[in-house]
């Protein structure tokens, strides 16, 4: 039990999720080092959503909004920080959530798959090993899309990973938008939209943007993503990580 005024209370709690996810089978074991990796980059970030993340924040909820077929593609880690939180914003975004996993295995994919069922959420792409596509230059585990999800798909939200999926997939002609506190990593990099913020944060201040932004009219959505520019946005998040007592 961890005490309420234990003056790092809320990591602990984080820590706590990643720690049982783990026990329960169906978070990778390199996901508590992805963890670990995260909760340093939110130290140095003043564990505090920055303005640059607000502004990517609107962009991709615009992106998301306006797609034909957006998906939301979730990981061991996603699953034991937001479930709850992920399935309010697919709600909202009236998209598809879909499993992708590094570290696959049979095993974790029937436990997510519960998991979302037992959360409320029926239909999660991405686990019926033998319905799925492969995309072309992933060499890895990550390939797998499901046909009418992340194959098809024109937008994908893909957080909380470090790799070459996300570039493959603006390769092939789709808008990435990343969850990612490190502002460096390969999927910060080479993602159209980066929000450089903890999962934690961001997905409910998406939600909370796409109950709003779902009446505005197609011009007014289009207007707030006109002038971002993601390189500008990532320089601006980089200069967030400041060292000061
Ligand atoms: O569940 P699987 O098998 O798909 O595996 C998941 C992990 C996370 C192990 C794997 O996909 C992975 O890519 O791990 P990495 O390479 O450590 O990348 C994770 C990235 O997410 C790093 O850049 C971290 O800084 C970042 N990160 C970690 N925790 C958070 C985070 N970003 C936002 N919010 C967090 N809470």
Known sequence: MIPKNHPRYESLVLRDKIKNAFKEGYLADSGMIAHGRGETFDYLLGEKTCPPAEEAMKVAVCKLLLAKNPVLSVNGNTTALVIDEIIDLATQLECKIELNLFYRSEERVQIIEKMFKEHGWDDIL????????????????????????????????????????????????????????????????????????????????????????KNYETKDLEKIIKDFNNKENLKKSLDEFKIKQ
């Open 126 to 213: 991405g686990t019926n090993t033998s319905e799925l596509l492969n995309i072309d230059g992933i060499t890895n585990p990550r390939s797998t899309a499901s046909p009418e999800g992340i194959y098809t798909s024109d937008v994908v939200l893909v957080p909380l990973e470090d790799g070459d999926r996300a570039e493959i997939l603006v390769e092939h002609g789709k808008e990435i938008i990343t969850i990612d506190l490190n502002p460096l990593s390969r999927t910060a990099q080479m993602s159209t939209v980066t929000i450089v913020d903890n999962i934690v944060r961001a997905i409910p201040y998406m939600t909370k943007l796409a109950k709003e932004y």
